[in-house]
């Protein structure tokens, strides 16, 4: 018997298949559940691309679990946007664990923006005593996108505050102005001139040097997203050292964790996340989030993906129509 054809899902309709309420609801427990061993999940494998002179990769990333399999391959190619195409492009591959059937393939830089920032949300919801009433974001790239996008979904009356160099006033301006309909107020800030009593800070750059050096402080939770790899680096050291440091992937984190490699700190003094969902927060230290992002992350939204689409989804048999 054949199979039937798998069916593709682009950005927007990834969009739709992984809600930000369910997808941290599924990171929290696949952070407990890849603790204990019930998901394989091994490092990013990264391939340069040959003949590639910006320095193009191919990341592949699998995970497996009982119920599915994900694997996620993209490119990462800088010279892209010159010739107007996306920087990150590739797919997450759903398939089932029990016949290795694939069941559906989701658009991966979706699937990435959205995880990554139901992650940060997961930070706010277990790093934060109160409800977050003023956030800022460094960056207005892809991944501040999504991050509006979470903050919207999960606290729409949260006042968002959006960071940027002085030479990208104008863009930071325009990045605001795309969400004004949201019932989130954005308002655009210098990196040098944040507000004084904001809740959270959380970074999106791909920087090279610390972008924010406020000393760490009680009730101020820094989430740091955008350095993953060693070289890059968005909290200056200073800030790490004085504040107790957790981490998504602890494994992972020795490699790609920038702003901690910086810092030289002592790792056995970082905490996993599943730590933190299974003990009690000390919220009388400044506390910081570092996110490396794995392949358990994917595996999460794609599940959250076979939730949305139904059984038909995960039957062997089914043809996986909405």
């Known amino acids: 018997m054949s199979q039937p054809a798998i069916q593709v899902f682009d950005a927007q309709q990834t969009a739709g ?5 369910e997808l941290v609801r599924a990171i929290r427990e696949m952070s407990l559940e890849y603790a204990a061993g019930r998901v394989k999940c091994p490092d990013r494998q990264v391939l340069p691309v040959p003949g590639n ?4 990769v191919l990341l592949s990333m699998p995970a497996a679990a009982e119920d599915i399999l994900a694997h996620k ?12 195409l996306p920087t990150i492009q590739g797919t997450v591959t759903v398939l089932d664990s029990k016949t290795g059937v694939p069941l ?3 658009d991966a830089p979706t699937v990435t923006a959205r995880r990554t920032a139901a992650l940060s949300m997961l930070g706010l919801e277990r790093f934060t005593p109160r409800t977050p009433g003023k956030i800022v974001l460094m960056g207005s790239g892809t991944q501040a996108v999504a991050h509006v996008q979470a903050i919207n979904a999960l606290y729409p009356h949260a006042t968002i505050y959006v960071a940027g160099r002085a030479l990208s006033a104008g863009r930071v301006q325009r990045f605001c102005e795309q969400f004004a309909g949201l019932s989130n107020a954005l308002i655009p800030v210098e990196q040098s001139n944040l507000p004084d009593d904001f809740d959270a800070v959380i970074t999106l750059t791909t920087a090279t040097e610390p972008i924010y050096h ?4 009680v009730g101020r939770l820094i989430i740091a997203v955008g350095a993953f790899q060693p070289h890059m680096c968005e909290i200056a050291p200073q800030t790490v050292m004085g504040s107790t440091c957790y981490v998504d992937d602890p494994v992972g984190a020795l490699h790609e964790a920038g702003d901690y490699i910086r810092a030289k700190k002592d790792w056995s003094e970082v905490i ?5 969902l299974r003990t009690e927060i000390d919220f009388s230290r400044p506390i910081m989030f570092k996110t490396v992002g794995i392949g358990a992350w994917d595996l999460a939204a794609a599940r959250v ?11 062997p048999t089914g043809n996986g129509d909405q």
Do not use: H
Not at 17 to 21: D, E, I, K, N, R
């Open 17 to 21: 298949l992984t809600g930000f309420a």
């Open 53 to 56: 002179e910006e320095g193009g």
């Open 73 to 84: 391959l993209i490119s990462l190619l800088p010279g892209n946007p010159g010739n107007g």
């Open 104 to 106: 559906f393939v989701l």
């Open 214 to 217: 406020a000393p760490a402080q």
């Open 272 to 276: 996993p996340l599943e730590q933190a």
């Open 305 to 315: 993906a076979c939730q949305s689409l139904g059984a038909r989804a995960l039957s």
